[in-house]
Nanobody
Framework: QVQLVESGGGLVQPGGSLRLSCVASGFSLDYYKIGWFRQAPGKEREGVSCIRSSGGTTYYADSVRGRFTIFRDNAKNTVYLQMNNLKPEDTAVYYC??????????????????WGQGTQVTVSS
């Protein structure tokens, strides 16, 4: 079965860094677009960053551009989200998700079919 498992979340002070991991099992990530999404209490789920199956082309939300980096290691069947200079407004549950298709596509949650369980990121002093 298709499974995605996120890890790496936790509590960090503003200005700190975290690296989230998403490990796939039951299938290879080589042929899937991957996205990181987040949802804070009372807010809609938003696309944080997405990457095409071949790597290279990426998308970042305006709020995280320059601070977050998405990258993948297909040999490990894993995608990462490196988060630097974290801010309190980054606090949310972070999810990884995958979809098929050519190119990057839109980094929209309704376009992604398979999801992980999420990992909590809390940025607070």
């Amino acid at each position: 079965q298709v499974q995605l498992v996120e890890s790496g979340g936790g509590l960090v002070q503003p200005g700190g860094s975290l690296r989230l991991s998403c490990v796939a099992s039951g299938f290879s990530l080589d042929y899937y677009k991957i996205g990181w999404f987040r949802q804070a209490p009372g807010k809609e789920r938003e696309g944080v960053s997405c990457i095409r199956s071949s790597g290279g082309t990426t998308y970042y939300a305006d709020s995280v551009r320059g601070r977050f980096t998405i990258f993948r290691d297909n040999a490990k069947n894993t995608v990462y989200l490196q988060m630097n200079n974290l801010k309190p407004e980054d606090t949310a549950v972070y999810y990884c998700a995958v979809r098929t298709g050519l190119g990057l596509g839109q980094c929209r949650s309704d376009m992604y079919a398979d999801w992980g369980q999420g990992t909590q990121v809390t940025v607070s002093s």
